[in-house]
């Protein structure tokens, strides 16, 4: 919430007033670190609900969930959270890292400035959707905890804010999301049409709206994964007319070169497994984390698959930092909200194992 400050308080004061951690203030209200507010000033309380009269007087404290991610999760849906999260948590900072074909922003999010720079994504593929719905939701827990004090399974989600800077790009194709969610947009439905083998059943489109395979675009065995695939656009597994030639897999691209992270984690459906190795370039932590993540879920951990040219692959070839690909719940893909539950709960111990087993 935003309130009007006191004559001559400071940031100090309210996290006090608030019982919130100094540095969430401090970020939620960047430019005003060591400053004294004037009365007309405002100021930005994270975790809390707005109070009617302004005042910072009524202390309600944000205790629940904000968002409830198990729906059918589109992009309008997912901007929709992510603009519930931004307010009510202004020390998350959020910023478009470019756009998709359709001109739809991708998002990323960014919580904490620690120095160990993790990275999530999810929905590189379209019909890959529910894992925006697991990462959302365990931002949401972390984000809550945060401001209550409490303990995410003993952790202290505190240390894991100060100590890391977690990127988050929950959905890299919402173009695929929206298209095996609500159909083609009506001057795209011919084409599309066509290129889903003349049926207009999406539900199982994972590709961009080009019909380019997003994690097979990536300059890591990219001729010989294009090799394996289609040699056309396509719903599935064309590779593209040469490596990053779209606009979701060059963003994130930049977005991995920019920052240098040093984990990275994109989750996908379906197989209840992780692969973290690639042609051996893979560093030692990278066996290392691997079995911290097969302890703290049910997952099988998988060195290598014949399969290149992904994100992972890429990011593995190019910084030589670990790089995993999590493969969420079984079935068959658009994996049901009914096994959403199920879901969560098991890749739960690999969302929070990520933050702190640097
Ligand atoms: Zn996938």
Not at 106 to 121: D, F, M, Q, T, V
Not at 128 to 141: D, G, H, R, S, V
Not at 234 to 261: I, K, W, Y
Not at 295 to 317: H, L, M, N
Request: with cysteine; charged share 25%.
């Amino acid at each position: 919430m935003e309130i009007r400050a006191k004559q001559g308080s400071t940031l100090k004061y309210y996290s006090q007033f608030y019982n919130l951690p100094h540095i969430l203030l401090q970020h939620s209200n960047p430019g005003q670190m060591a400053a004294i507010f004037k009365s007309h000033d405002r100021v930005r309380i994270p975790g809390y609900l707005d109070s009617k009269d302004g005042s910072d007087t009524a202390k309600i404290r944000i205790e629940e969930p904000l968002i409830n991610p198990k729906i059918r999760y589109d992009f309008s849906a997912l901007q929709k959270d992510i603009e519930v999260l931004t307010e009510a948590y202004p020390f998350m900072e959020k910023r478009i890292i470019g756009k998709s074909v359709l001109n739809k922003p991708i998002i990323e999010l960014r919580i904490g400035r620690g120095p160990k720079k993790i990275h999530w994504n999810g929905s590189f593929h379209g019909n890959e959707w529910i894992t925006t719905c697991a990462i959302m939701k365990f931002l949401n827990e972390y984000l809550a905890a945060l401001t209550t004090g409490r303990n995410i399974n003993k952790v202290d989600p505190l240390q894991i804010y100060e100590s890391t800077t977690l990127s988050i790009v929950p959905m890299v194709n919402p173009d695929g999301v929206d298209l095996v969610l609500n159909g083609p947009p009506p001057e795209q439905f011919e084409k599309l049409y066509e290129l889903n083998g003349q049926s207009g059943d999406f539900t199982g489109w994972k590709a961009n709206i080009r019909g380019v395979d997003l994690n097979k675009q990536y300059p890591a065995k990219w001729q010989e994964q294009k090799q394996k695939g289609v040699s056309a656009p396509s719903p599935r597994d064309f590779g593209g007319t040469e490596p990053l030639c779209e606009p979701e897999s060059s963003s994130m691209a930049r977005l991995a070169e920019d920052s240098q992270f040093d984990l990275l984690l994109a989750f996908h459906t379906q197989g209840k497994e992780f692969y973290w190795g690639y042609e051996g370039m893979e560093p030692p932590e990278s066996k290392i984390i691997a079995e911290a993540f097969a302890k703290a879920s049910p997952y099988q951990s998988v060195k290598d698959i014949d399969s290149f040219a992904g994100y992972k692959d890429w990011f593995i070839k190019k910084f030589r930092k670990p790089g995993f690909t999590i493969e969420l719940g079984k079935g068959i893909n658009p994996l049901p909200l009914s096994q959403f539950d199920e879901i969560y709960r098991e890749v739960f111990g690999i969302f929070l194992t990520s933050l702190i087993v640097l």
